[in-house]
């Protein structure tokens, strides 16, 4: 399994982006996708998953309501539309996949099997 993120950059607060991530290499609906970021200094912390087939999302708290996690079994990606961004937000952000039960989209990094490179989004003030 192969994970590619992509469409990080720079953006001012209140600014938006949209990130991808790009499966390849099993069957893509077997996978549930989570997404996680590491700020400069800070541990990893979870920020999105969604389940094998889209239906069931889990967003960390202080996200919710601003992050919007969906997926394309179609073309093997997965979205995470980002608006209003906070400088807070600033960090590398990682997809992960995990070969997971139906109903799953876990928040627990250890539950994710593979892991893409990582994009960086920094966010101005």
């Known amino acids: 399994v192969q994970l590619q993120a992509s469409g990080g950059g720079t953006v001012q607060a209140g600014g938006s982006l949209r990130l991808s991530c790009a499966f390849s290499?099993?069957?893509?609906?077997?996978?549930?996708i989570g997404w996680f970021r590491q700020a400069p200094g800070e541990e990893r912390d979870f920020v999105a998953a969604?389940?094998?087939?889209?239906?069931?999302?889990n967003y960390a708290d202080s996200l919710k309501g601003r992050f919007t996690l969906s997926r394309d079994n179609a073309k093997n990606t997965v979205y995470l539309q980002m608006n209003s961004l906070k400088p807070e937000d600033t960090a590398v952000y990682y997809c992960?996949?995990?070969?997971?039960?139906?109903?799953?989209?876990?928040?627990?990094?250890?539950?994710?099997?593979?892991w893409g490179q990582g994009t960086l989004v920094t966010v101005s003030s």
């Open positions: 969604i389940n094998r087939n889209g239906k069931i999302t």
């Open positions: 992960a996949a995990d070969r997971a039960i139906l109903s799953h989209a876990s928040t627990w990094q250890t539950d994710y099997d593979y």
């Open positions: 290499g099993r069957s893509f609906g077997n996978y549930a």
